[in-house]
């Protein structure tokens, strides 16, 4: 029987992919999440050049299995980045938040495959042309920054228009959603909310309770009006932050200060009131802290029970 071709592409055993995100992708999630057989990353956005490097040698020491880093277009270290992501000889980067055109060909003459996130049809196209060698469809139940269709509707419509895989994001946290997402067109899943309560996680232990008690109605996306909307959780700083952002007299300077390192507040402080706890609407059906290991073979194990088969 053929193997799953994302699995294929990147050395792994389960079409599993860890969300790249920041603050909080470190060398022991990425590392965890790659042991257990899927595609660990390590966040890239909040990092300089040689914090960058510090995490990807430290990954290097935990596991012997591949591994990727996430990069983020819009931070200030991009350049940083993308050079130490060269130097150190990583094999995939997944990139978001942003046109990946000036780093691509960069990139891919150093060996690296790309994987570009995209929310629309066009973006996918786009990657494609320039190098990609896959996709992931994200679609706006995802948490962090979001696009404005939902999973269900974007994946089918970037499978029909590209030639590469497409892996689907937003929304899956079981074996249930990667099933749904398989018969969609996807050839594999990315879960970020699923590995925030993972064991392995070093996210503040206030961020990670707030997202195994939350409900399925426990999400809000503020910063429509800037350009950049994200999805987290119902607090304080995000009902008073949707409340300004909705008062034509508030300046986006205001906006923008009150959002200036909230999600490190939440992730590294543990300020679950005034800071953000970026989560996707899935985590109502996140209630457990268990293992990157238990998580990845179970998710696919259920999925492939609820198919009949396995993924190829």
């Known amino acids: 029987m053929n193997r799953n071709p994302i699995c294929e592409m990147l050395d792994i055993e389960y079409p599993v992919i860890q969300g790249g995100m920041a603050w909080i992708a470190d060398a022991d999630l990425a590392s965890a999440v790659s042991n257990a057989g899927g595609l660990g990353l390590i966040a890239a956005m909040n990092s300089n050049g040689e914090q960058l490097r510090e995490q990807i040698i430290k990954a290097k020491k935990l596991t012997d299995k591949p591994f990727g880093v996430n990069l983020m277009l819009m931070s200030p270290y991009i350049d940083e980045a993308v050079e130490v992501v060269c130097q150190e000889k990583i094999k995939v980067v997944t990139t978001g938040a942003g046109n990946p055109a000036k780093y691509m060909q960069k990139l891919i003459d150093n060996g690296v495959k790309v994987i570009c996130v995209v929310a629309s049809v066009a973006l996918a196209v786009m990657v494609e042309r320039m190098g990609a060698c896959a996709v992931v469809a994200e679609g706006c139940e995802s948490g962090g920054h979001v696009g404005d269709t939902t999973t269900m509707a974007l994946v089918p419509q970037v499978v029909d228009a590209v030639n590469i895989p497409v892996i689907a994001a937003g929304g899956i946290a079981d074996g249930r959603g990667m099933a749904a997402a398989f018969m969609l067109g996807a050839r594999a899943v990315q879960m970020g909310t699923r590995f925030l309560t993972a064991k392995e996680c070093n996210v503040h232990?206030?961020?990670?309770?707030?997202?195994?008690?939350?409900?399925?109605?426990d999400t809000i996306v503020t910063g429509k009006s800037l350009g950049h909307p994200v999805r987290a959780l119902k607090n304080n700083m995000t009902r008073q932050f949707f409340k300004m952002e909705n008062d034509k007299n508030t300046l986006p300077e205001e906006l923008e200060k009150m959002g200036a390192g909230?999600?490190?507040?939440?992730?590294?402080?543990?300020?679950?009131?005034?800071?953000?706890?970026?989560?996707?609407q899935i985590a109502g059906l996140v209630k457990s802290e268990d293992s990157c290991k238990k998580i990845v073979?179970?998710?696919?194990?259920?999925?492939?029970?609820?198919?009949?088969h396995e993924f190829v």
């Open 262 to 280: 909230a999600l490190r507040r939440a992730a590294i402080d543990g300020d679950v009131k005034s800071g953000s706890c970026m989560c996707g």
């Open 205 to 217: 232990p206030n961020y990670k309770e707030k997202v195994l008690k939350a409900g399925d109605r």
């Open 297 to 308: 073979t179970e998710i696919y194990s259920d999925a492939c029970n609820l198919l009949g």
